[in-house]
């Protein structure tokens, strides 16, 4: 038998046995076997957290999170509170369903507070990019002419990326642009909105001109190479 241990950095997910607030720990087995488990109701599951030795007092109120919330997604929350060995699925003394549901809101408001500030970082990124290889290389269309980059087989991937979202995309601004303008792509302001940012971290990574590079990094307080690490690359 082969036991292996995964580590995911990232918001905790409804899956079993998973640890909260970013880091969950989950085991398979090399030999499949067929999956035996059936559904439990809301008021089963109830029972069920209490025979494990988890406090329930107002039955009712758990069983209406579970039912809206789901004991799958729950479950990621109620696995730190296990007592060791946590195969035995037994709850520390003490351990209620209202802690469960103070980890599951706390985790909630940190992600959406952690959310709302790396759209403020990603907005920003995409303003960077956009002005300073604009204005730098007087050439609204450059994210889309290969002399402005250093790699072409990763320019060329870009491009692909970008017709992608060119053709399919549904925004009216977009649509405009295809019926009254004759360029075969809309300049970089108008890309960028459409681009999913690991595109657009992309194309700054494979940017020719070191100075247009080193404007962005440095409107962010950073040195090139330092903003080159903290930037996510998809392709």
Known sequence: MIIRIFVAREPAKPLNDAQMCGSFFYRYMAVKITF???YSTPH???QLLKTRGMEITDEEKAQHYLSHIGYYRLSAYMYPLLSIPKELHLF???VSFGKVMMLYRFDKKLRLLLFNEIEKIEVAVRCAI???G???TGNPFWMT???NFSNPSKFNRSIRLIEDEFNH???DFINHFKETYTNQYPPSWMLTEILPFGVITNIYSNIKNKKIKKRIAQSFGCKLHLLNLGLP???
């Open 233 to 235: 690359l998809s392709l």
């Open 36 to 38: 035996i488990k059936t």
């Open 134 to 136: 604009t204005e730098m």
């Open 44 to 46: 089963e599951l109830v």
């Open 145 to 147: 002419e290969a002399n």
């Open 92 to 94: 520390k003394r003490g």
């Open 130 to 132: 956009v002005n300073f």
């Open 169 to 171: 995309t549904k925004e």
